[in-house]
């Protein structure tokens, strides 16, 4: 999970054994809407995810931890962080939400990794780190 | 040879009035299941109760219900029981929760738990009588029950009338 795909070199296969992994999976998910000029807080964006698991998984979805890290209000973007044990039903819910205030959406899941995703290649921005004061822990 | 296997759950309905329980049929409970397991599990939970779920089998004067569920989410399933806190039929709602009593694979288990069960509670309920003459009646009652045909017509035709008493 390391700058392995460089321009010059082809992607590397590597395999990388966590000992002492830490329980979450993080998620690095993209909200693609119809009208790209809707406005979204990422306290709408938590809402939204969570009324997506409440409609796939009932009120016992709808009490999943989850976390949203970090949020791009202009691109969209987000990060999340969730018990492995909920990556599933996360992941299931995120695929099956289709619109948003009347209007059709989707999110593309960019990337899910164990390790926190900032130190990897495709981080919103690589500066941050994960105890950065920028976060927002909604 | 292999089979499908099921998990039978042998519930029991406990309502305040005891008189209500005859106007509950299988079609009322698994609407109240199906019901709270779509508001506890969502649309994933309402799938699963959609295969093979059925109600198999319902005693509307002791409040007992045999509830088949598929092996694989009965546990799933099975948590959203308690949820549950009144039964619609003939559009009145019956106030009630459902207390699991076993879970077995066959009918034939179940069937055997609750003959056993009931007579634990036949134990436990006779001392309770006031005088011998009841305690007989009661020991009468028990050994004039067999399930013959015409007998069970007489308490089909009995069951009736109670239930017009009750729309009256």
Redesign the interface.
């Known amino acids: 999970m390391r700058r392995a795909d460089s321009k010059d070199k082809p992607s590397v296969y590597q395999r990388v054994v966590l000992k002492n992994a830490s329980p979450y999976h993080y998620m690095k998910i993209c909200l693609v809407l119809e009208d790209e000029s809707t406005k979204l807080s990422a306290v709408d964006l938590k809402q939204f995810i969570i009324s997506g698991l409440n409609n796939l998984y009932g009120e016992v979805g709808a009490a999943l931890n989850f976390d949203l890290l970090k949020y791009d209000e202009d691109a969209l973007t987000a990060l999340l962080r969730v018990y492995s044990s909920g990556l599933v039903k996360l992941w299931s819910s995120l695929t099956l939400l289709g619109s948003y205030q009347n209007q059709t959406c989707a999110f593309r899941v960019l990337q899910v990794s164990r390790r926190h995703i900032t130190r990897c290649p495709l981080c919103l921005s690589s500066e941050d780190t994960e105890d950065s004061p920028s976060h927002l822990w909604i | 040879m292999v089979r499908v296997k099921s998990r039978y759950l042998l519930c029991e309905v406990h309502v305040t009035d005891r008189s209500r329980l005859l106007l509950l049929d299988d079609r009322a409970v698994a609407l109240a299941v199906k019901a709270a397991v ?8 309402a799938a699963l109760c959609s295969i093979r779920f059925s109600v198999k089998y319902l005693n509307a004067h002791t409040g007992i219900v045999f509830l088949r569920f598929p092996k694989r989410c009965y546990k799933l399933l099975w ?1 959203a029981l308690p949820f549950i806190t009144c039964i619609e039929t003939r559009g009145q709602k019956i106030p009630c929760f459902l207390n699991c009593l076993h879970v077995g694979g066959t009918i034939r288990t179940c069937q055997k738990f609750l003959i056993r069960y009931n007579t634990q509670q036949l134990h436990r309920m006779l001392p309770k009588c006031k005088n011998e003459e009841e305690k007989q009646e009661v020991q009468k009652a028990i050994l004039n029950c067999t399930l013959t045909r015409g007998n069970q017509e007489a308490f089909e035709d009995e069951f009736e009338s109670d239930e017009e008493d009750e729309e009256e």
């Open positions: 779509a508001r506890t599990h969502g649309d994933y939970g948590s």
